[in-house]
């Protein structure tokens, strides 16, 4: 007998076990039920027996006389037998269920919290977050400043905004909005994400008050139930009364009270229409919408929600105009805090992994991988290094620092001061920016795993590329010359454009895109956006991401995610988060250690950057790459050893070019790297260390009589003759 034999044996026994049972139930509940009738009828004849010894007038029951009750007997064969069987299986099977469902339903209904306790038993507790050695970096929500109000006392377009944004059909269900509320919700999650929830007023009230934040149908089924209960017990207006005084604006303000001193220093009833739909906006994502996160997206949502009151006829055209251009006089950020970029990039991973209202008041302990000195040195670097070079146009930087070999988060400064008005507050680091050529590294590790070679030749001339309906593209150095013959190494080191093209049309920008996604570039996802210029730089990427790919190579071809936790701590201590560094191999070794060799060797890198540039600190082997977008929008230098990865970014984020005369690997970025990375391997390192050669890795003497590195079995496909290299450049254009 097979394996699949016997599981249909175990399967059929089963099956003739659940039948044999139902059936057992069934005629059981039938000889009760017989039971009970013949006791029923025995007690019947007795009385009956016992009345007429007593000889009332006028009543007989002769009619009862040495009657017996005759149970009929059931003779059943073949098709008869089978059919009572039948009935008795199916009258057990009904009978079962029901019992099992009234069952269910007691111990569901039992569990139930009430909705009389809503706003009592609602204690949040503050989430801590602290640096790598214990020292606090902010407090989420210290303490819960709450100060009711009375709905009566507030200007009627505070109500409207909240209903408006929240729930329209407030005053006209009863709870639970099934047409417009939960067909909505699947609509919009599947189409648009429109403005407005699934949910009702009322159901926010009791998931916020009640329940949990899971989302499983079990508790969607509570919220319903209480929804309904609730609306049973309270008015409409007390509801929406409980609900202003009840939800999260976001920091320590709860109720609608709490957050107008917080974001407008003011009581609510002095609100304007303009700040009082601001505040409506951030119920559903505090962090997200908050003015001192992302001012541009606050006011955003606040215009959306004005549009939305003029729809509902609650604000006409005059006002709603009015309140567009009203400006937002927001209080400063009084709450202590360090290192606010990646406080609040921290905070925003949390609420993913914990949803927000657990992180807001779950009273988690939270260690964090930054390293609270090398925040501070950066923020000073980086500040330092940008008022020197203002004169060139450039207003902001940033810098990112990790350990590769953990993808720990050591450093993330997102802009030059986070207080800074207008866009200080914004987190560049996260920010979709294009790269530059420091993107070609990742080019050229896939060149090497497709048999080309550091030693490869490849014609740096002019080259036209016909891209169809007529359009043709023609990629230039940075130098603005040709640089004739030349090795794939000389032309990573140099940051040629041309080859990089080259080389990109020989591997198809498609196989580029899904390596660069495994890698960890999250952005690219459709073909159609790019071309061959995806190896100069053409697709946006965020720093994270950068350093996340650049990690790759400085493991040795293994991804390891950048992460800003060591772990997390519930309020009674117990882990509920640890990170365990698992890394996954996505690249040949041979491949990242070549491309790391190529981007730490300053011999080859000196005909664009000279024998002394900004990318070379001394006495130390460091990987780096330089990259500089069009017009000058946009410089970044990356670099990395086997500790340390530092990656930085100038520019400005209202996206106007820097001055032309800035030169990377000189100005820009580069003092920046050179910079921080000293003061890390200074201060932090262990030495000059550098990676071991891996086992596929083959190295003979080649070019200029200088050691060359190969993958095994490709060190024969290059001949490492000079004289292939006569070509020379062209002059430079002026």
């Given at each position: 007998m097979g394996k699949g034999d016997g599981v249909l044996n175990i399967f059929f026994k089963f099956l003739y076990f659940l039948v044999n049972f139902f059936i057992a139930i069934g005629d059981f509940t039938r000889k009760i039920f017989k039971f009970i009738f013949i006791s029923l009828a025995s007690f019947f004849k007795y009385v009956f027996d016992f009345l007429r010894?007593?000889?009332?007038?006028?009543?007989?029951?002769?009619?009862?006389?040495?009657?017996?009750?005759?149970?009929?007997?059931?003779?059943?064969?073949?098709?008869?037998?089978?059919?009572?069987?039948?009935?008795y299986f199916i009258f057990g099977s009904i009978l079962t269920l029901i019992v099992l469902f009234i069952y269910q339903s007691y111990v569901f209904v039992n569990t139930l919290p009430s909705p009389q306790n809503i706003g009592r038993i609602n204690y949040p507790l503050s989430t801590h977050i602290f640096d790598r050695n214990g020292r606090l970096l902010y407090e989420v929500y210290r303490d819960q400043n709450r100060t009711p109000i009375r709905i009566k006392e507030l200007p009627a377009y505070i109500k409207e905004a909240t209903i408006a944004v929240e729930d329209k059909d407030f005053y006209r269900h009863n709870g639970v909005s099934f047409v417009s509320g939960i067909l909505r919700a699947v609509k919009d999650t599947a189409v648009m994400g429109d403005l407005q929830g699934g949910s009702t007023i009322t159901q926010q009230l009791v998931k916020s008050s009640l329940l949990s934040p899971e989302r499983t149908i079990k508790r969607k089924i509570k919220e319903i139930i209480l929804a309904l209960w609730t609306e049973r017990l309270f008015t409409k207006d007390q509801i929406l009364e409980m609900y202003l005084n009840q939800v999260p604006y976001g920091g320590s303000s709860y109720g609608i009270e709490e957050a107008a001193k917080t974001y407008f220093g003011k009581q609510a009833k002095s609100l304007t229409l303009s700040e009082a739909a601001l505040l409506a906006g951030l119920p559903i994502s505090p962090t997200y919408y908050s003015p001192y996160v992302n001012p541009n997206k606050a006011i955003s949502r606040r215009n959306e929600i004005l549009s939305i009151m003029k729809g509902l006829n609650y604000i006409n055209n005059v006002d709603t105009e009015k309140a567009k251009k009203e400006k937002m006089n927001i209080v400063p950020l009084e709450a202590r805090i360090s290192a606010p970029h990646f406080v609040f990039y921290a905070k925003t991973q949390l609420e993913e992994l914990f949803g927000i209202k657990q992180v807001e008041e779950g009273g988690f302990k939270v260690i964090s991988t930054i390293d609270l000195d090398i925040q501070k040195r950066a923020e000073e670097i980086l500040k330092?290094?940008?008022?020197?070079?203002?004169?060139?146009?450039?207003?902001?930087?940033a810098i990112l620092i990790t350990r590769p070999s953990t993808g720990e988060i050591l450093a993330m400064v997102g802009s030059v001061d986070y207080r800074l008005e207008p866009f200080g507050a914004f987190n560049v680091t996260t920010a979709y920016r294009q790269p530059g050529s420091s993107i070609k590294p990742l080019m050229y590790a896939l060149a090497l795993e497709k048999n080309y070679t550091a030693a490869s030749i490849i014609d740096d001339s002019s080259v036209t590329f016909q891209l169809g309906g007529g359009y043709t593209y023609k990629p230039v150095n940075y130098d603005g010359r040709f640089h004739g013959r030349v090795t794939l190494r000389l032309a990573l080191a140099n940051s040629y454009?041309?080859?990089?093209?080259?080389?990109?049309?020989?591997?198809?920008?498609?196989?580029?895109?899904?390596?660069?996604?495994?890698?960890?570039?999250?952005t690219w996802n459709d073909s159609s956006k790019y071309g061959l210029s995806l190896t100069l730089g053409g697709g946006e990427v965020s720093l994270v991401n950068m350093a996340t790919a650049y990690g790759v190579l400085a493991n040795q071809g293994y991804k390891i995610e950048a992460t800003p936790f060591v772990k997390v701590e519930d309020?009674?201590?117990?882990?509920?988060?640890?990170?365990?560094?698992?890394?996954?191999?996505?690249?040949?070794?041979?491949?990242?250690?070549?491309i790391s060799d190529i981007l730490s060797d300053n011999f080859a890198r000196q005909l664009a950057f000279g024998s002394r540039s900004l990318l070379e600190i001394p006495g130390y082997k460091v990987a780096v790459k330089t990259g500089t977008t069009d017009e000058k929008k946009d410089n970044l230098t990356i670099g990395y050893n086997p500790e340390f990865l530092v990656a930085v970014w100038v520019g400005n984020?209202?996206?106007?070019?820097?001055?032309?005369?800035?030169?990377?690997?000189?100005?820009?970025?580069?003092?920046?790297?050179?910079?921080?990375?000293?003061?890390?391997?200074?201060?932090?390192?262990?030495?000059?260390?550098?990676?071991?050669?891996?086992?596929?890795?083959?190295?003979?003497?080649?070019?200029?009589?200088?050691?060359?590195?190969?993958?095994?079995?490709?060190?024969?496909?290059?001949s490492c003759k000079d004289s292939l290299l006569k070509t020379s450049p062209t002059p430079k254009k002026e």
């Open positions: 010894k007593i000889k009332l007038p006028k009543f007989s029951l002769s009619h009862f006389k040495k009657r017996k009750i005759k149970v009929p007997k059931i003779r059943v064969r073949g098709i008869h037998y089978f059919w009572l069987k039948l009935r330092e290094e940008i008022d020197k070079i203002r004169h060139l146009n450039v207003t902001n930087g454009n041309i080859p990089a093209v080259k080389v990109l049309n020989s591997l198809g920008i498609q196989e580029f895109m899904r390596h660069g996604r495994k890698l960890g570039i999250e309020l009674s201590g117990n882990s509920i988060l640890e990170i365990n560094h698992s890394k996954s191999k996505v690249m040949n070794e041979g491949a990242a250690y070549i984020n209202n996206n106007s070019p820097m001055n032309p005369s800035l030169t990377s690997g000189v100005t820009g970025a580069a003092p920046i790297w050179n910079r921080t990375m000293t003061y890390l391997l200074n201060t932090y390192g262990s030495g000059n260390k550098w990676y071991s050669k891996p086992e596929n890795i083959v190295d003979k003497n080649c070019y200029f009589g200088r050691i060359e590195y190969f993958l095994k079995g490709t060190e024969n496909s290059a």
